[in-house]
């Protein structure tokens, strides 16, 4: 069973745009924090960016200014606009549970995904 589902990856080019989303359960949306992590070929899954349920926000340094993490409560669904985006975005972006801000911020369980492709390319 799936309570995570990743859409909205695609081919950009660098400086274009793209927005992810993440439509989550009702049960988990309503209980965690939720985070967007992505991972590159040859790199670890890193966190790109995690909201909590009250809207408190974390972002990777590498795409503060650029990325904005949202959550629609009503649509049980997350959202990651990508703007300015560079060829080392080009990842696999995935969403998971996220242990919020008491838990230092990071994947609450080790559950992923298909995720959804990124590729930034000229």
């Known amino acids: 069973q799936v309570q995570l589902v990743e859409s909205g990856g695609g081919l950009v080019q660098p400086g274009g745009s793209l927005r992810l989303s993440c439509a989550a359960s009702g049960s988990i949306f309503s209980i965690y924090a939720l985070g967007w992590y992505r991972q590159a070929p040859g790199k670890q899954r890193e966190l790109v960016a995690a909201i909590t349920r009250n809207g408190s926000t974390k972002y990777a340094d590498s795409v503060k200014g650029r990325f904005t993490i949202s959550r629609d409560n009503a649509k049980n669904t997350v959202y990651l606009r990508m703007n300015s985006l560079k060829p080392e975005d080009t990842a696999v972006y995935y969403c998971?549970?996220?242990?919020?801000?008491?838990?230092?911020?990071?994947?609450?369980?080790?559950?992923w995904g298909q995720g959804t492709q990124v590729t930034v390319s000229s």
């Open positions: 998971n549970t996220d242990r919020g801000p008491l838990g230092g911020w990071g994947p609450e369980y080790d559950y």
